[in-house]
Nanobody, 121 residues
Framework: EVQLVESGGGLVQPGGSLRLSCSAS????????MTWVRQAPGEGLEWVSS????????FYADSMKGRFTVSRDNAKNTLYLQLNSLKPEDTAMYYC??????????????RGQGTQVTVSS
């Protein structure tokens, strides 16, 4: 059974940083691209970033470029998202998904339970 467990969220002031983690199990992690998405209160899911299976290619939504950095450690079966220069509009539940950007909205894609990021002074 595929399991994805996010952690690292919290309350941070504008301009602050957080590092999110997603621990994966139940599948061969190094064989899959991975994706981060988020959902702000009252909004739909928004694609944030994807990374290739070996971490050589990374992709970001325009509003996150230069502020967020996706990475992975295949030896630890863990996906990361470094969030810098956080803004109130970054407040959302952040989820990791198995797979890359193509088809990320498919409801069949395994997804974790999410970790809450709140940016507020």
């Amino acid at each position: 059974e595929v399991q994805l467990v996010e952690s690292g969220g919290g309350l941070v002031q504008p301009g602050g940083s957080l590092r999110l983690s997603c621990s994966a199990s139940g599948f061969t992690f190094r064989s899959f691209a991975m994706t981060w998405v988020r959902q702000a209160p009252g909004e739909g899911l928004e694609w944030v970033s994807s990374i290739s299976n070996l971490g050589k290619q990374t992709f970001y939504a325009d509003s996150m470029k230069g502020r967020f950095t996706v990475s992975r450690d295949n030896a630890k079966n863990t996906l990361y998202l470094q969030l810098n220069s956080l803004k109130p509009e970054d407040t959302a539940m952040y989820y990791c998904l198995q797979g890359g950007r193509d088809g990320w909205q498919s409801p069949s894609r395994p997804r974790g339970q999410g970790t809450q990021v709140t940016v507020s002074s």
